[in-house]
């Protein structure tokens, strides 16, 4: 997958996008591989127009669909659609009008932060509604992928594990029933 490539293409056609997904577990400090880029895109017709013109080059066409299928990622196409998982000549890229449990990208707006990627700023969706999509999405990878994204919120919790201390509040206590000699 092209990262660089990808995100490039969008900024360089103006396309108002938040990243979302793996990428942006990625920028927020993940561990994690992903091996697609994840958009959530605003869904004006001035955008569409731009998000349609941005990807012209590089040949997007229904990830998994049969080859020979008819599709054609044009302006009709994504106003009749909302979320469209693509392969592309850059690698894969899927670009959402909805998130669950994030909404649109209106909603998603005030939750999101520029972030230098690739030497440019990009919207990045803030950390806490990125926790807040992977659970709602329910799948077993978003999910896995809590307890790390929850760790990385918590920055005295990522400073104990990074120095592999643990935290003040979670030394251990007594059972009941022992007691301790002193």
Do not use: C
Not at 22 to 44: C, K, M, N
Not at 67 to 88: E, K, M, S, W, Y
Not at 162 to 180: I, Q, V
């Amino acid at each position: 997958m092209d990262f660089r490539g990808a995100i490039t293409l969008l900024q360089d056609a103006d396309v108002r996008f938040i990243v979302v997904g793996g990428l942006a577990a990625t920028l927020h400090g993940s561990a994690r591989i992903t091996t697609d880029v994840d958009v959530l895109y605003e869904r004006s017709t001035e955008n569409i127009e731009k998000l349609v013109r941005a990807l012209a080059p590089v040949d997007p066409y229904l990830r998994g669909a049969p080859p020979g299928l008819p599709f054609h990622f044009d302006i009709a196409t994504v106003r009749a659609g909302l979320n469209f998982t693509l392969a592309t000549t850059l690698g894969p890229m899927d670009f959402l009008g909805e998130v669950l449990g994030v909404g649109r990208y209106e909603d998603a707006l005030p939750h999101a932060s520029p972030v230098m990627v690739f030497g440019r700023d990009a919207l990045v969706l803030d950390l806490s509604w990125l926790i807040r999509a992977k659970r709602a999405a329910g799948r077993t990878k978003d999910l896995e992928a809590l307890a790390e994204l929850e760790l990385l919120q918590d920055p005295e919790v990522l400073a104990a594990a990074e120095a592999g201390m643990p935290r003040k509040d979670s030394a251990r206590r007594k059972k009941p029933g022992k007691r301790s000699r002193n």
